[in-house]
């Protein structure tokens, strides 16, 4: 990716503890061509934990649903890239999207699991939250697996407040105050 682009997105970049390079910067609809290969790089457990269903396709509707967000108004999405022999490479993303509640947005993380476990799930969960500041939202909540101890120690390192669904205990809620 070059340079303009990169000033044209508001693409920023941050390092992983390992020292690695990513940007971070919104979907594009061109990335959607690359969707298909994304998902492959997910394996059927990170799938799982993500979509908490078994999802062996990504199907035209979770792909509807994604480009819908793309568009609605106080919705947004980031991505994780990093380059490859001159190529942008999609690593991971972050989206939030409002829900009922007033003021409050809900938000969704994946990483391709080769990137898994090096830090960037901890830098695109602080991405949501920006976004959901910059947006205007004043909580942020995401319902994730309980099984899924890995984004539960994300979201309290971060300062989120965990608690188990009591309609269904194999899902915690997890929620944040956005203040400035």
Same mark, same amino acid.
């Given at each position: 990716?070059?340079?303009?682009?990169?000033? $044209?997105?508001?693409?920023?970049?941050?390092?992983?503890?390992? #020292?690695?390079?990513? /940007?971070?910067?919104?979907?594009? &609809?061109? *990335?959607? @061509?690359?969707?298909?290969?994304? /998902?492959?790089?997910?394996? &059927?457990?990170? %799938?799982?934990?993500? /979509?908490? =269903?078994?999802?062996? =396709?990504?199907?035209?509707? =979770?792909?509807?649903?994604?480009?819908? !967000?793309?568009?609605? *108004?106080?919705?947004?999405?980031?991505? !994780?890239?990093?380059?490859?022999?001159? &190529?942008?490479?999609?690593?991971?993303?972050? $989206?939030?999207?409002?829900?009922? +509640? +007033? !003021?409050?947005?809900?938000?969704?993380?994946?990483?391709?699991?080769?990137?898994?476990?090096? #830090?960037?799930?901890?830098?695109?969960?602080?991405? !949501?939250?920006?976004?959901?500041?910059?947006? #205007?939202?004043?909580?942020?909540? #995401?319902?994730?697996?309980?099984?899924?101890? %890995?984004?539960? @120690?994300?979201?309290? +390192?971060? %300062?989120?407040?965990?608690?188990? *669904?009591?309609?269904?205990?194999?899902?915690?809620?997890?929620? +944040?105050?956005?203040?400035?």
């Amino acid at each position: 990716m070059n340079l303009l682009q990169r000033i $044209r997105d508001h693409a920023r970049s941050a390092r992983l503890p390992d #020292g690695t390079r990513v /940007f971070l910067r919104p979907l594009r &609809e061109a *990335d959607l @061509k690359h969707a298909q290969e994304y /998902f492959g790089g997910l394996s &059927e457990q990170s %799938k799982y934990l993500r /979509f908490m =269903t078994p999802t062996p =396709t990504l199907t035209a509707e =979770t792909l509807q649903r994604v480009v819908e !967000a793309l568009h609605a *108004d106080r919705a947004g999405i980031t991505v !994780a890239i990093v380059e490859r022999a001159g &190529e942008e490479v999609l690593i991971g993303g972050a $989206r939030i999207v409002p829900m009922q +509640r +007033r !003021a409050t947005c809900e938000f969704a993380l994946s990483i391709v699991d080769e990137w898994q476990g090096r #830090g960037l799930g901890t830098i695109l969960m602080r991405e !949501a939250v920006r976004l959901g500041r910059q947006l #205007g939202y004043h909580r942020i909540e #995401g319902t994730v697996l309980t099984i899924n101890s %890995k984004m539960l @120690k994300v979201a309290q +390192r971060l %300062k989120f407040h965990l608690h188990v *669904d009591p309609q269904d205990p194999g899902v915690t809620i997890v929620t +944040r105050a956005l203040l400035p």
